[in-house]
């Protein structure tokens, strides 16, 4: 029996996912629902991508019986509000990345799902595609042995977007491409909680992260750091590097298609989409619609690969970033 998806918001990701979708077999995904603040939005939705229920509201989707599981894809200031109208509701939630703009709100979040016994997930998309899952498997075999350093970038020209720039719409770099960077890191390290942060910075006039550079130390004197930049665009690589060799991934670390293990080439290529897509590979968000479906197909409430304690930890070192390069929103 397939999942039955409802996707909540009408915009550019929402598009890409539901193109990611369509790359899966049909009798394992369906969308069947789509809601956004303007019916007329839903219904131009529902119509392009052959959807046959569209909502006004996202009240309205909430109420829907017909469905498994809520893809959110609004922009973050109004995550919390988002899921919880469908947590409340006992529907299953996959939500954009960052699943909210603090760790409070984050925590809101995941009571919210427990109490009221719904699977939820934060889209990290990155930790699922097969690139990352062989990343993980060589770090469980130790084929690196012990792991030192590992180092991320992400950099790309984005002050002319106004979602990159606005306080009011979530603007800010560790929020929007250090996320990634980050979870990476917490990745390799296994979940674990980096002894000490030290974060700097460059803000904009308005007080939004631009650039910024973080280093941190884990137990066993491990290091870890990061640049992410909404000025400049980057390579955009990473680098694990350990007693008995190293794991690269060349370009796109948000996205991974190939990697180097010592040096040897591997790729890893994504289906084509069936329409244009508005970002860069994302009929890789298959592979984390496939880990919902998969959760769901067990009972499961949360997936041990994107955990909620890894959104917790990814909030609350978020935060500490942000504290330390003086990067405030109204929700803190």
């Known amino acids: 029996m397939a999942t039955r998806w409802a ?36 219904q131009q939705f529902a119509k392009k991508h052959n959807i046959p229920q569209a909502y006004g509201s996202y009240e309205e989707l909430a109420k829907d019986p017909n469905i498994d599981v809520v893809y959110i894809g609004v922009i973050h200031p109004h995550h ?47 930790r699922f595609f097969p690139a990352s899952v062989e990343i993980r498997r060589l770090l469980e075999q130790e084929e690196l042995g012990d792991v030192r350093m590992v180092r991320a970038g992400f ?35 296994n979940g674990e909680k980096p002894e000490s942060v030290q974060a700097s910075g460059v803000l904009l006039e308005n007080g939004v992260d631009e650039t910024v550079v ?18 400049v665009v980057m390579p955009n690589d990473a680098l694990i590097v350990g ?5 690269c991934i060349p370009s796109t670390m948000w996205c991974p298609t190939t990697l180097e293990v010592n040096g040897k080439r591997t790729d890893y290529p994504l289906p084509e989409p069936g329409m244009p897509l508005n970002f860069t590979s994302s009929t890789g968000m298959r592979y984390q619609a496939e880990e919902v479906r998969q959760c769901l197909l067990t009972g499961l409430k949360e997936s041990k690969v994107m955990s ?15 504290r330390q390069i003086g990067s405030f929103y109204s929700q803190d």
């Open 7 to 42: 996707i909540c918001s009408a915009g550019k990701i929402s598009h890409d996912f539901t193109v990611a979708l369509r790359t899966l077999p049909p009798e394992h995904h369906q969308v069947v629902a789509v809601a956004a603040r303007k019916l007329e939005d839903a």
């Open 80 to 126: 919390l509000k988002t899921c919880l109208i469908f947590t409340n509701a006992k529907k299953n939630v996959l939500c954009e990345k960052p699943l909210a703009m603090n760790s409070r709100e984050v925590q809101q979040i995941l009571a919210s799902a427990k109490e009221n016994n719904v699977f939820l997930m934060e889209a990290v998309w990155t």
């Open 155 to 189: 950099g790309q020209s984005l002050l002319h977007i106004a979602r990159t720039t606005q306080k009011e719409l979530g603007g800010g770099v560790v929020l929007d491409l250090g996320i990634y960077c980050l979870q990476f890191i917490l990745m390799v390290f």
């Open 214 to 231: 973080v280093t941190m130390k884990f137990s066993k004197d491990r290091m870890a750091t990061f640049i992410c930049s909404s000025r």
């Open 243 to 247: 007693t008995k060799g190293s794991i």
């Open 308 to 322: 909620h304690a890894d959104s917790s930890l990814l909030a609350e070192v978020e935060d500490e970033i942000r």
